[in-house]
């Protein structure tokens, strides 16, 4: 694997604003309806479609730097899951409340005409593994620091609550807040905590309606793995306060050889913004039979 490398990426308000103004505009937005619940979808590009599931506390915006180069092979959709973003609220606030939306999603969507290629990030990985054990169409999947393997954590400090800031309407208090959240959690070099990493955080977290916090702790990963046969790509970063890969890599590839694990170098847990060449490559290339496939 190549040596790690970095995006530019917008260093003040304004430009990251723009910056995720621009790229939306590339987007086809599609909503799905469920049981009365709507759920938004972006489209991005043409080809065999490859759906990128975002984490707790996210969005579509999680891939940011990952959209333009994997459009570039695959029509690629962005659903954001209930209680996220655009769209509705879930009706309850188990599992099912966000799967069961994005099941009848695919199905929609996609029907049993073709082979979708899947990608989860953090409780979106927890979700994207319970997807493909429920509709048949996933055809690769790719979990990035997966939730739910009850493996020891990292903790790399305590994270601060940005409620009183937001409801105050104090915005400094509230980026500087998102700023150390960031740092805390998600990414691992302080130069990635940009000013595009911030904006996103803080709208994403803004529009979050659903916990996500105690499905993600209570483990459930392995066992939702073992009822799938497919290939299965797993990668985590090298400095996840989530997660200690290593053990929970041998634990999850034991005896499977069909499952492959990739450690990030210089990565946190967000770390397909961290370290988006690495990671699109890996991606590009995990997919990429599928994707050249007609």
């Known amino acids: 694997m190549c040596a790690p490398t970095s995006t530019p990426s917008p260093n003040t308000e304004d430009m990251a604003r723009a910056r995720i103004r621009a790229l939306e505009a590339q987007s086809v937005r599609h909503s799905v309806v469920h049981d009365g619940q709507a759920m938004c979808w972006r489209r991005f590009g043409q080809g065999r479609p490859l759906v990128l599931i975002h984490g707790g506390h996210g969005s579509w915006m999680h891939w940011i730097h990952n959209i333009e180069a994997l459009a570039g092979q695959a029509q690629v959709w962005l659903p954001e899951l209930p209680g996220y973003g655009d769209s509705d609220a879930p009706a309850g606030k188990d599992l099912a409340a966000v799967l069961d939306p994005l099941v009848a999603g695919m199905e929609a969507l996609f029907g049993a005409r073709e082979a979708v290629d899947v990608v989860g990030f953090s409780f979106g990985a927890l979700v994207a593994a319970h997807l ?14 997966p939730a739910g393997h009850r493996g020891a954590r990292r903790p790399r400090g305590e994270l601060r609550s940005w ?52 499905i993600s702790r209570g483990g459930g990963l392995a066992d939702v793995l073992d009822t799938l046969s497919g290939p299965l790509l797993l990668a985590w970063g090298e400095h996840d306060v989530t997660v200690e890969p290593g053990p929970v890599a041998a634990a999850l590839t034991a005896g499977h050889p069909e499952r492959r694990t990739v450690i990030v170098p210089d990565a946190g847990h967000w770390l397909q913004y961290e370290q988006p060449h690495l990671v699109n490559r890996l991606l590009i290339d995990w997919l990429g039979d599928a994707l050249l496939e007609t």
């Open 132 to 145: 493909a054990s429920r509709w048949p169409g996933v055809r690769r999947l790719a979990l990035l620091a």
């Open 163 to 214: 409620r009183a800031a937001a409801g105050a309407r104090d915005t400094a208090s509230l980026a500087d807040i998102m700023r150390h959240n960031l740092a805390v959690q998600m990414l691992h070099a302080a130069a990635a905590v940009d000013a595009l990493a911030v904006r996103i955080h803080t709208d994403s977290c803004l529009r979050t309606r659903f916990r996500s916090k105690e």
